[in-house]
């Protein structure tokens, strides 16, 4: 009886051994992916996320085909007033660059980035990220009327 329950007791942590070494493998494996997956994203003010239209009070916004030069001029107006300070038109700097804004986000989270910057970085994955790889440098509420950041986005049309 002895030894009937001595190989039980054998098999039993044999095998008790062997589930959690393929536990522990299967562990391993999912945080090696995940590394993997992390290592290639790229950093978020190069990631394109077109479908995405942030959190905000612009929740749909339609674009003429030609671009309005007059609301170009205010927008430029009040980028160089209010953002430039902390955005260059040709390169990173505090905050990244405009350049292009229009080919990796929506004319949407534009707008809802400009109008309510806070909201977003809590609430919003992309600009969460972009907190992130610019060092935690929160973009500034300016304040700026729907109108305003309109005028903004359209001058981003230009800088493509």
């Not at 996320?49 to 309005?68: M, R, S, Y």
């Not at 260059?88 to 910057?117: A, C, H, T, V, Y």
């Not at 929160?138 to 109108?147: I, P, S, Y």
């Amino acid at each position: 009886m002895k030894k009937i329950v001595g190989i039980f007791v054998i098999l039993f942590l044999v095998g008790l051994v062997a589930c959690t070494s393929d536990a522990q493998k299967e562990r391993e494996k999912k945080i090696a992916q995940k590394k993997v997956e992390k290592e290639n994203l790229a950093p978020a003010s190069e990631r394109i996320t077109l479908d995405n239209k942030g959190v905000g009070p612009i929740k749909d916004l339609q674009l003429a085909e030609v671009i309005d030069q007059e609301m170009v001029k205010k927008g430029m107006k009040t980028f160089k007033t209010n953002c430039s300070a902390c955005h260059k038109i040709d390169k990173r700097f505090i905050g990244p660059s405009p350049q292009g804004i229009m080919k990796r986000r929506s004319p949407e989270w534009i707008m809802n980035m400009i109008l309510d910057p806070k909201l977003m970085t809590e609430e919003d994955r992309c600009a969460k990220d972009l907190l992130i790889e610019f060092n935690g440098a929160a973009m500034a509420n300016q304040n700026l009327t729907e109108e305003q950041a309109r005028e903004i986005l359209e001058y981003f049309r230009t800088l493509d």
